[in-house]
């Protein structure tokens, strides 16, 4: 500063001192009426930037707030329809208990497989829940119904698993992630594949193959013609005998395979005579009979027709029968190679079942149980089939074993409830651990950004206060200057 | 006797100008710019009154001078100048920043609300409401785009009405400058020119370095030549004019030009610096980084969205936004290379997948579509498309491409798996099948010949004459194919990705199961043309392999199943099968015999499981399958460059917005990779934008790179705030010293008031002397 001082420099400078006390006093009084300290980036570059990164950090903990309550929302309905689920086998394992105790007589066996189809129902309610439109045991499928009953003329006859084996996870925090469903497929079945079980009249067995179906199953052996020689030679006279087949033998011919035996005797008379299959009962024939039906003694039946029959032909005729075989109830059919220890066959859910065709022998029905894969619905549906069962007793009493064996599929199918249930606890108390962690992380956040962008009341109150007095006295020292002047003292 | 008055009037007279002086000093005490003057005294020439004697007369008025400092005068100006241009940055920088909005109005928020109903959406893809709100905030967010995209022009119109009305002043004030120069010419003062003139012109000066940077010459008449960064602005005989270029381009920034010339003028320093400065900053810098985050954003979603799925599986229809320009003037696109047809995004070198489901079995059918950038036209890439079954595709009028499938098809453009890649039944299939091992091109010699045996029917002979090759030593699979087939009955022989392939024309059924039986004809023709020999049968029931998953890799695979044995899957033990990629990595052995149940899946890499079914398989016959993983369904970008199935409509920060259609039907909205209508695969990848690194953005995602942005606009207001401070102190601390020189200070001009009223006095007090003494000498006289 030099000596000199002009009029005009001392008025700039006390307008420069005012002006400047007047802003400094505007801008504390801005951060105290809003609050804030940073209204806009240029207030504090460095803070604003710290201050993204803090909302960025902010807004990632809402949105996993906003995952952990929705995935709480579903896990609480999923350990609520368990609950249910859990309560519902318990009634139907009593009910299967009480039929199977042999006191009762088919009637009363009846009514309880009705109770268990009710029981199935309400299962099968709980199984398609929905909670904000998704379906909770579907796996990833969350959009379609996940399990769909076929229903027949004996109540529901079988339910298909839409769903997949997919469980979603959600990040409900930094690296971690919360399972936010429970697929079906692992909720209503706990077993592990053991054997395969084929009940029986038609010879056949288990095959060589490891398959994929699962529960209960059916195979549907059936006749298609019947050959004299071996199977696939078709035949249709014995050259050696004269016999023929019958018309009825396309339809309603019973035997499959090789190694049937009909054993032809003339009688004495000259005229007609006795054939037996498989040395079952001697059953008279006579020269005009066309379409006579001969009973084996497994049941296997062949339609003969004697007009040609060498008069006098005594011996042994071989015959065999071609046939098919399908899982899915006729659909889809292959013809049966008896000759094959292993053969496909696919059933409705496209699972497979191998099949040794060697030892079959008549047509019919094969009740199939994959042993360790029945679901909790399987089971139950099975068990209701076997406690609907009529009969002679020696067939009730096989339906009743059959039974028993369910109902330890069923105890051990059941166990992913259980499981499920427990596992379900663990999500949801784990969920509220993590959104207190959250909570608490949110709130250090929110204190680190305030401090960054709020204002300290107490500091830019006692500051204004300084403002004001500087303010003041830039006012006075102005007033005082501009008084002074030679002219006062001038004469 | 009249000699002592007239020293006694040199003293009044000179009083009076310096009185004169000092009023002129204390009226113009307040004027900015004003220089104090001052009055020199001298003392008059000595008169001769005798010889070595000599008596003074008196004193004069030698000169009025201005009291200034030349270098502080100059110092001022450039430090006009400096003050000049940062001021005017300051407040645009603070323009710039209320233009961005932020924290509470800018497109920060926006980008949340955005990528937070991303989230949303993904945890409930199928959700109406998710969807609505998710297209809300695209909405929201492509309007703050479109807003920020005005404010920012609104800046850079107001750099350009600055720069506009700084040069008219520049104008008027070369034009005053000029006028002053004519006046002193006028005047006639001779080299001396009037103080306040002198004033007129450092007033002038100062004005003028406000806006650019000044260099002054004064001429010896008095007159000002001034240039400007080299450029002569005014000359003693008159001024050029500036004016003002801008271009149609709205990057090219704003030029100031010579009137009359084609010359540009550069100042250096001053406003009109910087304004020049900030106006390519807005134009090439903030516009234009606003531009291209749009443009990357439109070309990230929608190319995420383009190759997506919606909920229904599949599109009906589609129709391109943008259509293809007719470049050449032909009145036809048709012949127009797919990269040249005016399409605001690139279109490279890559393939386009189109996925064909039967909504009726949900099976998906894949065609790939080569695009080259050399040759494929408008018209090739229709008529690919049209060719592919069940889809048919032309292009409008407005060069728009459209696409429609048949009734009980869709269509998409993903890269989800086709789930039953075996379609010609080449593993495991239902009909009699031997492949070649697919080595191409092969030699046809003199006398080879094929037997081939349907059903164990009789050998039909097949004769490969090298006649009917065009180039028998270079013969490929689809010329062998045909000339088998001119001589086979009951068989038929194709080409499956690239091998020669021999099937029974009839498959398995209950009871039936066709076989094959393949001989050389002796010559060893099998094994040159890599054909197994003997004999295969079919199968009432075909392998069918299923692939699932989605594939992550990410460039594209083709991977070779191949059996390592014959048998039934399932059931023969240790029945294995190789999975390699073409290239012949090895991606997995797997076991599909005794201990597999068919069906199940077995992981391979990459996302990707295969299924096999229940079914018989035989490396004899050299099955084999082959299958894609597809890491982009467009690699070529044609999607993206024609806007099929946008997300964004538009190509920049002006004219973004959401595509009509989606917000018309939400359930077009792609938010899965071909699951279920729930699956979001499409919804994390719209997610992944957010963090997705851009090699345009040297790595950052378009959101690090408009948070760079922001920092660095309030880092710029942050420091031009500063710089002005700074630069407005050392302003006044200079025109404190320059009025500590010049200014008046009027306790100091009342003392000279003072001083030159007693000088008055005393000379009118020396003439009353003189008067007496006169009057004595005329009273003696008397």
Do not use: C
């Amino acid at each position: 500063m030099s000596d000199r001082v002009s009029n005009d420099t001392q008025f700039r400078s006390s307008l420069a001192g005012i002006s400047r006390a007047w802003s400094d006093m505007y801008r504390s009084q801005l951060e105290l009426s809003t609050g804030r300290r940073i209204r806009k980036p240029s207030d504090d570059p460095t803070g604003a930037s710290r201050l993204m990164g803090i909302d960025r950090a902010k807004e990632r903990l809402s949105r996993y707030g906003l995952n952990i309550s929705s995935v709480s929302i579903g896990i609480e309905a999923t350990s609520r329809e368990l609950q249910a689920l859990s309560d519902l086998y318990g009634e139907a394992r009593q009910r299967v208990v009480q039929g199977l105790n042999g006191t009762l007589d088919a009637g009363g066996r009846r009514v309880l497989a009705d109770d268990l189809d009710r029981i199935l129902g309400q299962m099968l309610t709980s199984a398609n829940t929905q909670e904000s439109g998704q379906y909770l045991f579907g796996g990833s499928e969350t959009g379609t119904v996940p399990y769909v009953r076929t229903t027949g003329t004996d109540g529901i006859e079988r339910i298909s698993y839409r769903g997949d084996e997919r469980s979603m996870e959600v990040p409900v925090a930094d690296g971690v992630s919360e399972v936010a469903n429970f697929p079906g497929s692992r909720v209503f079945r706990a077993g592990q594949r053991t054997t395969t079980t084929f009940l029986s009249r038609t010879g056949a067995l288990p095959g060589v193959g490891t398959n994929s179906a699962t529960g209960a199953g059916r195979l549907i052996l059936s006749h298609t013609q019947t050959t004299f020689g071996a199977p696939g030679s078709r035949i249709p006279a014995d050259p050696l005998s004269g016999l023929r087949l019958g018309v009825s033998s396309a339809t309603l011919d019973t035997v499959l395979g090789a190694g049937h035996t009909l054993d032809v005797a003339p009688d004495p008379s000259g005229i007609g005579g006795t054939v037996s299959l498989n040395g079952g009962p001697d059953i008279p024939f006579g020269p005009t009979d066309a379409n006579l039906a001969v009973e084996g003694p497994d049941g296997s039946i062949v339609h003969l027709d004697f007009r040609s029959v060498l008069p006098g032909f005594s011996g042994l005729v071989p015959i065999s029968g071609d046939g098919t075989v399908s899982a899915d109830g006729g659909r889809t059919v292959r013809a049966i190679d008896f000759t094959a220890t292993g053969m496909q066959v696919r059933g409705p859910d496209g699972g497979i079942t191998h099949l040794d065709a060697t030892g079959i022998r008549r047509a019919g029905a094969v009740d199939v149980r994959h042993n360790g894969t029945f679901d909790v619905f399987s089971s139950l549906i099975a068990i209701r089939d076997a406690l609907r069962v009529e009969g002679d007793p020696a067939t009730v009493t096989a339906a009743m074993d059959h039974a028993r064996v369910l109902l330890g599929e069923l105890d051990t199918a059941q166990e992913g409830i259980q499981r499920s249930l427990a596992d379900s606890g663990s999500v949801a108390s784990r969920l509220e651990a993590t959104t207190s962690r959250l909570e608490d992380f949110d709130i250090l956040l929110s204190d680190r950004r305030s401090k960054i962008a709020d204002v300290d009341l107490s500091d830019v109150l006692v500051r204004m206060k300084e403002q004001e007095a500087v303010y003041q006295s830039a006012l006075y020292v102005s007033s005082r200057l501009g008084q002074l002047s030679l002219l006062n003292f001038l004469a | 006797m009249t000699f002592g008055y007239d020293t006694a009037l040199t003293a009044i007279s000179s009083a009076r100008t310096a009185l004169r002086t000092i009023g002129h000093n204390l009226t113009n005490a307040n004027r900015t710019g004003y220089t104090r003057q001052r009055v020199l005294l001298d003392a008059n020439a000595p008169a001769q009154i005798g010889p070595g004697l000599a008596i003074g007369t008196g004193v004069r008025v030698s000169s009025v001078d201005q009291i200034a400092d030349s270098y502080l005068t100059a110092r001022l100006r450039s430090q006009a100048q400096e003050l000049g241009r940062h001021t005017v940055q300051r407040d645009i920088f603070g323009d710039l920043e209320t233009a961005y909005g932020e924290p509470d109005n800018g497109l920060n928020p926006l980008f949340s609300g955005f990528f937070g109903s991303i989230d949303a959406l993904s945890t409930s893809a199928n959700d109406p409401a998710q969807r609505t709100g998710f297209l809300q905030t695209a909405k929201s967010l492509a309007q703050g785009f479109r807003s920020l995209s005005g404010n920012l022009a609104e800046v850079r119109r107001g750099i350009q009405d600055g720069i506009r009305s700084d040069v008219g002043n520049v104008n008027r004030i070369l034009t005053q400058i000029t006028e002053l120069n004519r006046a002193i010419i006028t005047g006639g003062f001779g080299g001396s020119v009037p103080p306040d003139i002198k004033d007129q012109q450092n007033v002038l000066l100062k004005d003028l370095a406000e806006f650019v940077d000044v260099a002054v010459t004064t001429v010896p008449t008095g007159q000002l030549a001034i240039s400007s960064a080299g450029q002569s602005l005014v000359t003693p005989s008159g001024n050029i004019t500036l004016e003002v270029r801008t271009s149609t381009n709205p990057q090219a920034p704003t030029v100031i030009g010579i009137a009359g010339a084609s010359a540009t003028f550069e100042p250096q320093s001053g406003r009109l610096r910087g304004l020049l400065d900030l106006d390519p900053t807005l134009a090439q810098g903030n516009i234009a980084s606003i531009n291209a985050m749009a443009k990357s954003l439109i070309g990230q979603m929608n190319h995420a969205h383009a190759t997506g799925v919606p909920p229904a599986g599949g599109y009906a229809s589609m129709t391109s936004a943008r259509g293809f320009s007719d470049r050449n003037g032909n009145g036809s696109v048709l012949d127009e290379r797919v990269s040249e047809a005016g399409l605001p995004f690139p279109v490279k070198d890559g393939t386009l997948t189109v996925n064909i489901r039967d909504t009726a079995t949900g099976d998906v059918r894949r065609t790939r579509i080569r695009i080259s950038t050399n040759t494929t036209t408008v018209g090739n890439l229709r008529d690919q498309l049209d060719g592919i079954d069940h889809v048919s595709a032309f292009v409008d009028a407005q060069g728009r491409l459209r696409l429609a499938a048949d009734q009980g098809y869709t269509f998409d453009f993903s890269n989800r798996t086709e789930p039953h890649p075996d379609a010609a039944g080449t593993l495991g299939g239902t009909r009699a099948t031997m492949a070649s091992n697919g080595v191409f091109p092969v030699s046809v010699l003199p006398g080879d010949t094929l037997t081939v045996a349907v059903d164990g029917g009789a050998p039909q002979t097949v004769t490969l004459s090298p006649s009917a090759f065009p180039d028998p030593s270079n013969v490929g699979p689809d010329a062998l194919a045909a000339v088998i087939n001119g001589q086979l009955t009951g068989a038929t022989a194709s080409v499956v990705s690239g091998r020669l392939v021999i099937a029974s024309n009839v498959g398995g059924a209950p009871g039936y199961t066709p076989a094959l039986t393949l001989g050389d004809g002796g010559t060893g023709t099998a094994a040159r043309l890599g054909l197994p020999t003997g004999t295969t049968a079919g199968s009432d029931m075909a392998v069918n392999l299923t692939v699932s998953g989605t594939y992550t890799g990410t460039s594209d695979r083709t991977f070779v199943v191949k059996p390592l044995g014959d048998g039934v899957i399932g059931q023969t033990a240790g029945l294995k099968a190789e999975v390699r990629t073409k290239d012949g990595r090895l991606v997995g052995v797997l076991d599909i015999g005794q201990g597999y149940a068919p069906g199940t899946s077995l992981s391979l890499e990459d996302g990707l499981s295969v299924s096999f079914g229940a079914g018989r398989v035989s490396a004899a016959a050299g099955q084999f399958t082959e299958f894609d993983g597809v890491a982009d369904g467009d690699s070529s970008g044609v999607l993206v460059a024609t806007g099929m199935n946008a997300l964004f409509l538009g190509t920049e920060a002006k004219d973004i917005a959401v595509n009509q259609e989606l917000l018309d039907d939400p359930t077009r909205l792609a938010t899965g990779l071909g699951g279920g209508p729930s699956d979001n695969g499409n919804v994390l990848r719209f997610a992944g934008v957010r963090e997705n690194p851009q090699d345009s953005f040297d790595g950052a995602s378009v959101i690090e790179r408009y948070e760079a942005l922001i920092l660095q606009s309030a880092s710029d207001t942050d420091r031009s705030m500063n710089t002005v401070d700074t630069q407005s102190a050392l302003m006044a601390e200079l025109e404190n010293r320059r009025q500590s020189i010049s200014g008046v200070n009027v306790d100091e001009e009342l003392l000279n008031l003072e001083n030159y009223q007693r000088a008055f006095e005393v000379a009118a007090r020396y003439v009353q002397a003189l008067a007496e003494v006169n009057e004595t000498l005329i009273n003696l006289v008397r």
